[in-house]
């Protein structure tokens, strides 16, 4: 079958740095993304790896290596704002055409 | 550019009803993709529409149902509503181009069955 494993919670301190890891087992594998969602709101696009290696978008970095079927967010200089659900996506192509598979969410808090 | 929406918002149903949803996506999107999701569960894959054609559908009854239209607006269908049914009913939609990598989501339609 096709699963992703990510923490059910993270809790870090503002203005530190925090890395939510995820660990995937899918076929067909296209590429790994990250969303953002707060409470009552719709989740957010925050990045996309499709090749082994670090990408980096302002505070967030998001890094994929396929050969361990492993990924993970990089939050730098946490502000309260960041309080909020994290989910990586993994993006898949088979027989039956693409799908995107959600983990079940990591719960960031973030405390002063 | 106007974003995603969905309609309606907010939804009750009794057990054994059925109901429509519906979603408009961004314009110019021509993928939709619709997620089931409730508390703990993360969002779960229901279907994904390209060109009013479904790519892909996940491990759902067949009592969940959606299409698409030509002008990419889509629509999902729960019959028989079961008491599990209750959740936010999340609606996306992608540039095919991106090979809808990057999806843009709707506020949702929250679905409660009584």
């Known amino acids: 079958g096709q699963s992703l494993e990510q923490p059910s919670e993270v809790t870090a301190v503002e203005g530190a740095i925090v890395q939510i890891n995820c660990t995937y087992q899918?076929?067909?594998?296209?590429?790994l993304s990250w969303y953002q969602q707060h409470d009552g709101g719709a989740p957010t696009f925050l990045s996309y790896n499709a090749l082994d290696g670090l990408e980096e978008t302002g505070r967030f970095s998001s890094f994929l290596s396929r050969s361990d079927s492993y990924g993970y967010l990089l939050l730098q200089e946490l502000q309260m704002k960041d309080s909020a659900s994290y989910f990586c996506a993994v993006r898949t192509s088979n027989t039956g055409g693409f799908k995107t598979i959600f983990g079940a969410g990591t719960r960031l808090f973030v405390k002063a | 550019k106007a974003g995603v929406t969905q309609t309606p918002r907010y939804l009750i149903k009794t057990r054994g009803q059925q109901v429509t949803l519906s979603c408009s996506p961004i314009?110019?999107?021509?993928?939709v993709s619709w997620y089931q999701q409730t508390p703990g569960q993360g969002l779960q894959f229901l279907f994904e529409y390209f060109s009013e054609t479904q790519r892909n559908k996940g491990n759902f009854p067949g009592r969940f149902s959606g299409r698409q239209f030509s002008n990419s607006r889509s629509e999902m269908n729960v019959s028989t509503l079961e008491l599990g049914d209750s959740a936010l009913y999340l609606c996306?939609?992608?540039?095919?181009?991106?090979?809808?990598?990057?999806?843009?989501f709707g506020p949702g339609t929250r679905l409660t069955v009584t």
């Open positions: 899918t076929s067909g594998f296209y590429g």
């Open positions: 996306a939609s992608s540039l095919p181009e991106q090979g809808a990598v990057e999806q843009y």
């Open positions: 314009s110019g999107h021509r993928s």
